[in-house]
């Protein structure tokens, strides 16, 4: 743990205390009961976040501290059989898995998310300036960015897919543009509606399936932030495009993907997105889209300002823990926190990347 730059202090249930590290008060360990200490002892990453998960371990500090530990233990990658099982599961069964994943993730009170997103209500990364920018600013620019790459102007048409929160659809909205979201969740499709009607905005939001959607116009173009995680057939996702978007219409995605393979690991696929995300296959993502007559203009890599997102989300969810934890319980703030600051350790470590893309009919 030491050679991988970790500094905590890790507290057994007997109330002994072992320093690693130069600075061991950066953060606390605290183990209460054996199990959570064994599960360390044996390198079982799923075992230990669970035992964190039902308060068996107590993290305090800077919990990035903690996360380095993750380096060390088996992250329970599934193996090339276990994968294509699973993606066969997908084949078989997707519109009841991709429910499972949204109601479990996202159908939640959205004060839950609204106490440490921005203003804006993004929920993917946004483009940082510097490391000490602002996810306001950032997020900002993100959105401010997507406009200007798919030529969006006052009265043309955008198909916002997994709009979230609303924060595409309402930036682009009070410019005059004619949003389209569409979402599978619930919390998010009555939110979103709501803003509609009281920000008084040129925009629509439909709850519905994908690859269900049949839109009775053509588009100018779409955006995909965040979304194509929970889409892994990219065939399809291009053929809708060449079917509903208009000749010189563009696409705009941002994403996260990994080098060690499209499945999350075993805490992720378990407690946080139980159904089918995953990380994008950036090749196949690009080779799709090509087949379907679309060449990408722009691919840029934006790590550091995943990193930076995560970052400020979990320090924000970090400092409400305690009303949070109050009103939506321990066990959810606890499952947020360890999947932030996860997330923030591998961008930051780069064992993940982050990208978004612009793509646009081939000449």
Request: proline share 4%.
């Amino acid at each position: 743990m030491e050679a991988g730059g970790a500094n905590l202090t890790v507290e057994t249930p007997d109330g002994a205390r072992l320093a690693i590290g130069a600075d061991p008060a950066r953060a606390r360990a605290r183990f209460r009961n054996a199990r959570g200490l064994r599960a360390l002892l044996r390198g079982d990453h799923l075992a230990l976040a669970e035992a964190y998960l039902r308060g068996e371990v107590d993290l305090a500090g800077d919990l990035r501290q903690a996360l380095r530990v993750t380096d060390f233990l088996d992250m329970g990658k599934p193996s090339r059989l276990r994968e294509a099982v699973h993606w066969l599961r997908y084949v078989v069964d997707r519109r009841r898995l991709d429910r499972r994943s949204v109601e479990a993730h996202y159908d939640r009170p959205p004060e839950f998310f609204l106490a440490w997103l921005d203003p804006s209500r993004s929920y993917t990364h946004g483009f940082y300036a510097s490391a000490d920018d602002s996810l306001a600013a950032a997020q900002r620019r993100k959105l401010q960015y997507a406009i200007d790459a798919l030529g969006l102007r006052p009265g043309m048409d955008a198909l916002d897919v997994g709009c979230g929160w609303g924060s595409f659809l309402e930036f682009a909205g009070t410019r005059g543009i004619r949003v389209h979201g569409i979402t599978l969740s619930r919390a998010q499709h009555d939110f979103v509606a709501e803003r509609i009607r009281t920000q008084g905005l040129p925009c629509t939001v439909t709850l519905v399936d994908f690859f269900d959607y049949r839109p009775p116009l053509a588009f100018d173009g779409a955006v995909f932030m965040g979304s194509l995680e929970h889409l892994p057939d990219y065939r399809r996702v291009a053929a809708f495009l060449a079917r509903r978007l208009k000749p010189a219409a563009r696409v705009y995605a941002d994403f996260v993907t990994s080098r060690e393979g499209r499945l999350a690991g075993a805490f992720l696929r378990k407690h946080i997105f139980p159904g089918v995300t995953g990380y994008v296959e950036l090749g196949r993502l690009v080779g799709a889209l090509a087949r379907a007559g679309f060449d990408p203009s722009t691919l840029g890599d934006d790590t550091r300002s995943s990193a930076w997102t995560v970052r400020d989300w979990a320090s924000a969810l970090q400092r409400h823990g305690e009303r949070l934890a109050e009103r939506h319980g321990e066990r959810a703030v606890r499952a947020f926190l360890l999947y932030l600051w996860s997330a923030h350790h591998f961008l930051a470590t780069g064992r993940t990347q982050a990208y978004h893309l612009v793509a646009g009919r081939a000449s």
